[in-house]
């Protein structure tokens, strides 16, 4: 098993720019999401899933969409980047329900210019 | 806002000396995880506390979790320079236990 892969591990974006970022996992997991991390602020949640077809927004979630067309697949795209974005993306899955392990993957480090 | 908070931020020991993070939630929690994050890594689990008080242990580390589920601790006995990283807890957060929410971490430097 892969677990979860995200591509790409380092972009560098023009402000006003768009983009997406990939997240795939081979777990099987219902629930997924992305975070992003910042000096100070730990991990925030920006959108997550339940499973396919549904997506709600986290504590962070303006400048970003997602959707879950698949099960495996939990892409995150920025419809116009913006310096205040540069940070480090990380997509997260688990099985779902309470207290599940989160599996990480390994991160994506955005700059925008 | 964050549903967890953790302290201190930053610790800096001589290595062999002791470490300890706090993860406070005004709220009950239903469970806390706690991750480790090694330098340029990702968050890796560490372990899951469910019960009012449990306390587990994985070797040198030792988690506890408080009688009114409400604040959690992870205690390092003699640090090495492996345990250099970030320590985050993790709970449920407002809304839901779908909304994992992550303390602010405590960065660790062990000096050898």
């Known amino acids: 098993n892969a677990g979860v892969t995200q591509t790409p591990k380092f972009q560098v974006l023009k402000t006003g720019q768009s983009m997406t970022l990939q997240c795939a996992q081979d777990m099987n997991h219902e629930y997924m999401s992305w975070y992003r991390q910042d000096p100070g602020m730990g991990l925030r949640l920006i959108h997550y899933s339940v499973g396919a077809g549904i997506t709600d927004q986290g504590e962070v979630p303006n400048g970003y969409n997602v959707s879950r067309s698949t099960t495996e697949d939990f892409p995150l795209r920025l419809l116009s980047a913006a310096p205040s974005q540069t940070s480090v993306y990380f997509c997260?899955?688990?099985?779902?329900?309470?207290?599940?392990?989160?599996?990480f993957g390994q991160g994506t480090r955005l700059t925008v210019v | 806002g964050q549903q967890v908070m953790q302290i201190p931020q930053y610790q800096h020991v001589q290595e062999g000396e002791d470490f300890t993070t706090y993860c406070n939630s005004s709220?009950?929690?239903?469970?806390i995880q706690w991750y480790k994050q090694r330098p340029g890594g990702h968050p890796v689990f560490l372990i899951q506390?469910?019960?009012?008080?449990e306390v587990k242990k994985q070797k040198r580390l030792t988690f506890q979790f408080g009688e009114a589920k409400k604040n959690s601790s992870l205690h390092i006995t003699a640090t090495q320079t492996t345990d250099v990283g970030t320590y985050f807890c993790?709970?449920?957060?407002?809304?839901?236990?779908?909304?994992?929410?992550f303390g602010i971490g405590t960065k660790l430097q062990v000096i050898p």
């Open positions: 997260a899955s688990s099985y779902g329900g309470q207290g599940k392990e989160t599996f």
């Open positions: 506390l469910v019960k009012s008080g």
């Open positions: 709220t009950t929690l239903s469970n």
């Open positions: 993790a709970g449920p957060g407002a809304g839901g236990y779908q909304k994992v929410t």
